[in-house]
Each structure stands twice: as C-alpha cells, then as structure tokens.
C-alpha cells in the first residue's frame, strides 16, 4: 500500500463565509489547471482540506506542480483506508517505512466520527504501539520526532499522513482582481510580479519596445519572463508597445537630464490607459528604493503624478540581494542576465536627474504632442498571450 493521495492545507485565517468559500473554489480551480496534465489525477475538497488522488501518478513532481500553487501552506503524502483498527495500524507502518532516515516519531490521532469505538488516546497507544513492535529502528518522541504520523478518523474513511511539506503560501491567483505589470528584461520586474501574484492577483503584462534600438531577441526574453511567470500565474496576457517613436522624441526634444522621468511618465500614462482597457486595478513595478536615479521619492512623485491608477511596488522592502535570491527561486534570473539591451538603457544620459523637478518634467513633455504619441502607442500594441506548459513555437499572436 502506498501513500494514495496528498492532504493539502490552505491558509489565511482571516477569511470567513463568502469570502472563504470563493478563494476555496478558486483554488481547487487553480489546482486542477495546473494538474492537468496528470490523467487520472482527481482533486476534491473535504474537511477544511483538499485532497488530491494520485491514481497510479508518481508523487514527486505533482507536489513540484503544487508548490507552486498560491493559497497552499502545505502539503502531506497520505493514505486513505476504512476506518477499521488493522487498516489504520498497517497504514501507520507503511508510512514510518516509507519514510527514509528517520529514528524518532509520534502519533497524533483525531477522532473526528466519534462513532469510531476507540478515544484519540489510546488510538495513539495501539498505533504507537503496533509501530514499535514491527519497526525496532524507530523509537517513540513526543517532543521533537522525526516524523509525526497523523491519524485521522472520518465517517467511513480514516487518513493517516506524515510530517508537513511548506507550500508557497499567499492567495490564490484570480482572488484579488486584475494588475498590469511593467515587464523590463531586468531582475526586478518578473521578481514583483511573482509577489504581486502571491497576493492573488490575476497578471497582465506591459512591455515597451523599441526595435530596432532594442533587438526581437530582447523582446523575445520578455516573452520567456512573462512564460516563466505562467507557472505561478496561469494564463498571462503581455501587451508589447511600440516605445520607438516616443523615445526618439524625447531624445529631440526634451533636456537629456529628463530623459528617463519624461520616459516613465510616458510609460505610465500608457500603462493607465491599457489598464483602463483592460479592467486592470493597478500598476505593478519592479521599482525600489534608492536603487538608481529614477528611484529615489523625489523621482518616483515626478512619475507617479500623472496617472490616478494605484501603483503597486512589491519590492521596497527588499534589497538587492534579496531580490536576487527569489529570482533564482523562480527561475527568472537566468533569463533575466543575459545581455540585451532594454529600452531604458539605449538612451541613457550621462548624468540623469536624481531629484528631478515636477514642472521642469512637465515643461519638457510639453514639447511633445502628448496626445498623439500615447494614443498611436496604445493602437499599435500588439497582444501575446502565453499559457502556461507552453513550447516557444504556439504562442499566439494576433
Ligand atoms: P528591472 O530589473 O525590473 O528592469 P530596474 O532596477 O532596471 O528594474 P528601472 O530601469 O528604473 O529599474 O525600471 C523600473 C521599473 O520600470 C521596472 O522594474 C519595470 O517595472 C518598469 N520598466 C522599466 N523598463 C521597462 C520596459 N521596457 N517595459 C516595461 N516596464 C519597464
Ligand atoms: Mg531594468
């Protein structure tokens, strides 16, 4: 007999009646996209748990699937029997067996169906004791074992499941409403879009292009970001907009110490208006604190001020290396290093402002026909949509 099923745990104590019951849905819904391609796998939802069968399917690499999954807290290897006493002894023992390395454990039973004629106490003593007697490696701890083995009785079926896999936590995606994300080819963007999406957010991406300053193979490493991201965010939609014209503007016209607050408030604007389009709620950047000169308050104030849109900023509390750290988690880093120029860095002036003024920005962007240069971009964007499992050649253009 072996472990037939993983007993998922899902969080966030705070939510009750409707609220509970629609994140619940949600995640069962997201579970199931993500496990779609194991045939004969089945999840269902029972007790405040969700179970997923595994039905001959190995284990392994659907619980790497399922880790990553927001809303999870935890996952354990189970085995589901009648709720009869040898059933329960027998699959206790599989469990302390399958379970390599270990020297200590304890039992922790439940009796949820107290129609089950034996109490919770001495459930524990005849599993505990039945284990003892079959397994001499292994000796009993109640204070640090090794392995806890859970018994659980219920109605017809009882489970018994071993120690505690973390989930990824968060909230399920699709549970907090639609964000834009500013996708660079940097760290940091794909890095706050995987934050935002630990927040439940359902993402779409923004990307500025300007061929032929920037190559397609900096817009095809956005695409594989944005891919990569599918497998926490299911479904992601990525606007690609044509920033050509509109840097070269800004480059003729404006002082070259504005160039990039001038940039990102035309980066906003647009961003605002594909939101808008789009049923998005807010921006999402990979913007921190004091990093670079567009970073500092007095930068983000001159860019933030033209649009109304919430902006959200997952990364101000982190630093450097921190970011760092989760983008090789997530395996964006690797993508995210190699070496194609981004938008932002083909016009860089020598020396940009790092405390730039709100009306010298304005007056400079005045030169520019606003109007026209935004409503042209947001026109010509074109629309990729990735699903996650996807191969490089079925993206769908249109
Ligand atoms: P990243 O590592 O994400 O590129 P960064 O540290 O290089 O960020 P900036 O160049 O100042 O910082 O960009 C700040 C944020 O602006 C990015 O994190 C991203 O959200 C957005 N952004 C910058 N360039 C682009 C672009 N070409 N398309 C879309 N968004 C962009
Ligand atoms: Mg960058």
Not at 42 to 66: C, T, W, Y
């Amino acid at each position: 007999m072996k472990s037939n099923l993983i007993l998922l745990r899902y969080g966030e104590l705070a939510l009750k009646g409707k609220n509970k019951s629609e994140f619940e849905d949600r995640l069962v819904q997201n579970i199931r996209q993500k496990l779609s391609g194991f045939p004969g796998v089945a999840v269902s939802k029972a007790h405040g748990r969700i179970f997923v069968e595994l039905n001959d399917q190995e284990m392994d690499p659907i619980i790497r699937e399922l880790s990553e999954v927001f809303g999870l807290v935890g996952f354990s290897p189970a085995i589901r029997i009648r709720s009869e006493l040898g059933e329960i002894q027998k699959a206790a023992l599989e469990l302390v067996e399958q379970s390599s390395g270990i020297r200590t454990f304890k039992v922790i039973s439940k009796r949820a169906d107290k129609k089950f004629p034996i109490g919770s106490q001495e459930l524990n003593h005849r599993v505990g004791g039945y284990i003892l007697s079959r397994c001499p490696k292994v000796k009993v701890d109640v204070h640090h074992p090794d392995l806890s083995v859970h018994v659980e009785v219920r109605g017809t079926y009882s489970y018994v499941y071993g120690n505690d896999i973390p989930g990824p936590g968060g909230l399920p995606v699709g549970s907090s409403g639609r964000v834009m994300l500013l996708l660079s080819g940097g760290i940091d963007s794909p890095v706050a879009g995987y934050m935002a999406l630990k927040r439940g957010v359902e993402l779409q991406a923004i990307h500025f292009h300007s061929y032929p300053f920037t190559s397609e193979r900096a817009k095809q490493k956005v695409i594989d970001l944005a891919q990569i991201l599918t497998r926490f965010g299911g479904r992601i939609r990525l606007y690609v907009v044509p920033f050509t014209e509109i840097q070269t503007e800004i480059n003729k016209h404006c002082y070259e110490s504005y160039s990039i607050t001038v940039m990102r408030r035309m980066m906003f604007r647009i961003s605002e208006e594909l939101a808008k389009r789009n049923q998005a709620l807010a921006l999402v950047t990979g913007e921190s604190l004091g990093q670079v000169a567009s970073q500092t308050l007095e930068s983000m104030n001159a860019i933030n001020e033209v649009v109304r849109i919430p902006v959200l900023r997952p990364l101000i509390g982190m630093d450097k290396h921190e970011i760092m750290t989760v983008a090789k988690k997530i395996g964006t880093y690797e993508t995210s290093i190699l070496p194609y120029e981004d938008c932002c860095t083909v016009f860089l002036p020598k020396a940009p402002k790092t405390k730039p003024d709100r009306e010298v920005a304005a007056k400079q962007e005045a030169r520019l026909e606003l109007e026209r240069l935004i409503q042209e971009a947001v026109e010509g964007t074109e629309v990729i949509d990735l699903e996650p499992g996807q191969k490089e050649d079925e993206f769908s253009y249109f």
